[in-house]
């Protein structure tokens, strides 16, 4: 005779195929720790970004490199280039690299190296997080510091001690899981406005992020946990555009800047020089990025750096089983030709 639970019908994990263990935080930070050169750099990294954001530090923040992170080989190559460039221009520019592992899909998609490190759907997340840490370690080792988009709010705790700066994507700048989590980050937090233009949502979530929260996350161990967090005051704004407009211009800028002190936030704006602002077209990029650098010439206090989609190769290309290298499978970049030559002549104008 059936037992009463046994005849009830099934309401628990009814869409879910199969759950798989992962590796805890400890356990990935136990077999690939920081090393003394990473973590000065990081550290180094994080107080620069902060006096950039205090305006201490005149310099221009540039967060440059790949639109996603898919083979750790290139990613190695490009950021050797990069270190190179970033000490000939350091009085004048403070440059870090892009190095997204997290890729936030409209509809369906890769969903990045975490998810998907292999590119065949296996998602083998625990060696997605493996290849990331080892990853950052050895670009901190170069001296060059590290950025990245937070998606899942369970990923910081595997990865961010190796992190100098942090971004919220445009889908997740509204949503309270991301503002919580941003509150607790140990790194400056840009926060991108809303994917239709709209900034008021990163200038809410800024003001929220602020604050300290509560709510339900995970500790080393992996255990469930009530992380509770003392809020962040670095986070600042940056301009994507957005539905088919862009918002790099300097009266976009000021309206921003007008919208930011009049919510009592620091006027502190970084220029997304991809997506909206671009159009999506790599060969956009440029012109984005010559505006502010004139905007930043011409005495704009607002305006404290740029983020530019670059790889080894320009363009992009659609994942397949015999992929170009150096080149990205998400948005199109810029080539490393055009990367020195931006570089360079804004230098020169700086």
Same mark, same amino acid.
Request: hydrophobic share 35%; aromatic share 6%.
């Given at each position: 005779?059936?037992?009463?639970?046994?005849?009830?019908?099934?309401?628990?994990?009814? @869409?879910?195929?199969?759950?798989?263990?992962?590796?805890?935080?400890?356990?990935? %930070?136990?077999?690939?720790?920081?090393?003394?050169?990473?973590?000065?750099?990081?550290?180094?990294?994080?107080?620069?970004?902060?006096?950039? $954001?205090?305006?201490? !530090?005149?310099? $221009?923040?540039?967060?440059?490199?790949?639109?996603?992170?898919?083979?750790?080989?290139?990613?190695?190559?490009?950021?050797?280039?990069? +270190?190179? $460039?970033?000490?000939?221009?350091?009085?004048?520019?403070?440059?870090?690299?892009?190095?997204?592992?997290?890729?936030?899909? =409209?509809? &369906?998609?890769? %969903?990045?190296?975490?998810?998907?490190?292999?590119?065949?759907? =296996?998602?083998?997340?625990?060696?997605?997080?493996?290849?990331?840490?080892? $990853?950052? &370690?050895?670009?901190?080792?170069?001296?060059?510091?590290?950025?990245?988009?937070?998606?899942?709010?369970?990923?910081?705790?595997?990865?961010?001690?190796?992190? #100098?700066?942090?971004?919220?994507?445009?889908?997740?700048?509204?949503?309270?899981? /991301?503002?919580?989590?941003?509150?607790?980050?140990?790194?400056?937090?840009?926060?991108?406005? #809303?994917?239709?233009? !709209?900034?008021?949502? +990163?200038?809410?979530?800024?003001?929220?992020?602020? *604050? *300290?929260?509560?709510?339900?996350?995970? !500790?080393?161990?992996?255990?469930? #946990?009530?992380?509770?967090?003392?809020?962040?005051?670095?986070? /600042?704004?940056?301009?994507?555009?957005?539905?088919?407009? =862009?918002?790099?211009?300097?009266?976009?800028?000021?309206?921003?800047? @007008?919208?930011?002190?009049?919510?009592?936030?620091?006027?502190?704006?970084?220029?997304?020089? *991809?997506?909206?602002?671009?159009?999506?077209?790599?060969?956009?990029?440029?012109?984005?990025?010559? *505006?502010?650098?004139?905007? %930043?010439? =011409?005495?704009?206090?607002?305006? &404290?750096?740029?983020?530019?989609?670059?790889?080894?190769?320009?363009?992009?290309?659609?994942?397949?089983? @015999?992929?170009?290298?150096?080149?990205?499978?998400?948005?199109?970049?810029?080539?490393?030709?055009?990367?020195?030559?931006?570089?360079?002549?804004?230098?020169?104008?700086?």
């Amino acid at each position: 005779m059936n037992t009463p639970h046994e005849t009830l019908p099934k309401t628990h994990n009814v @869409n879910v195929e199969s759950v798989r263990p992962l590796i805890m935080p400890r356990e990935l %930070k136990a077999s690939l720790p920081v090393t003394e050169c990473a973590v000065n750099t990081v550290v180094e990294g994080r107080q620069t970004i902060q006096n950039i $954001l205090a305006g201490t !530090d005149p310099r $221009l923040l540039v967060i440059i490199g790949p639109c996603s992170i898919h083979d750790t080989d290139a990613a190695r190559d490009y950021a050797k280039k990069l +270190a190179e $460039l970033r000490k000939k221009y350091l009085d004048k520019m403070y440059i870090a690299m892009r190095v997204y592992f997290e890729k936030p899909r =409209t509809t &369906i998609g890769w %969903k990045g190296l975490i998810n998907d490190p292999h590119l065949d759907g =296996t998602f083998d997340m625990t060696e997605g997080l493996r290849r990331a840490r080892k $990853l950052l &370690i050895d670009i901190n080792c170069l001296g060059l510091p590290t950025g990245t988009e937070m998606l899942d709010p369970i990923t910081p705790q595997y990865i961010d001690d190796l992190i #100098a700066w942090a971004s919220i994507g445009a889908r997740t700048t509204e949503s309270q899981t /991301h503002r919580q989590m941003a509150s607790g980050l140990s790194v400056p937090v840009g926060f991108k406005n #809303a994917t239709n233009g !709209d900034t008021q949502v +990163a200038i809410d979530a800024m003001k929220s992020a602020k *604050s *300290s929260h509560s709510f339900i996350g995970i !500790d080393d161990d992996g255990t469930t #946990a009530i992380i509770k967090t003392r809020g962040n005051a670095y986070g /600042h704004l940056i301009l994507r555009g957005g539905s088919n407009k =862009t918002n790099y211009d300097p009266e976009s800028v000021t309206t921003a800047t @007008n919208a930011l002190q009049a919510a009592e936030l620091p006027s502190r704006i970084l220029i997304d020089c *991809s997506h909206a602002n671009s159009e999506k077209k790599f060969q956009n990029q440029e012109r984005v990025w010559d *505006s502010v650098i004139e905007q %930043k010439i =011409t005495g704009s206090t607002s305006v &404290i750096g740029a983020m530019v989609e670059s790889n080894l190769k320009e363009g992009n290309q659609k994942l397949s089983d @015999n992929l170009e290298y150096g080149v990205s499978i998400t948005d199109q970049c810029i080539g490393w030709g055009k990367t020195e030559q931006i570089l360079h002549a804004a230098y020169q104008k700086l």
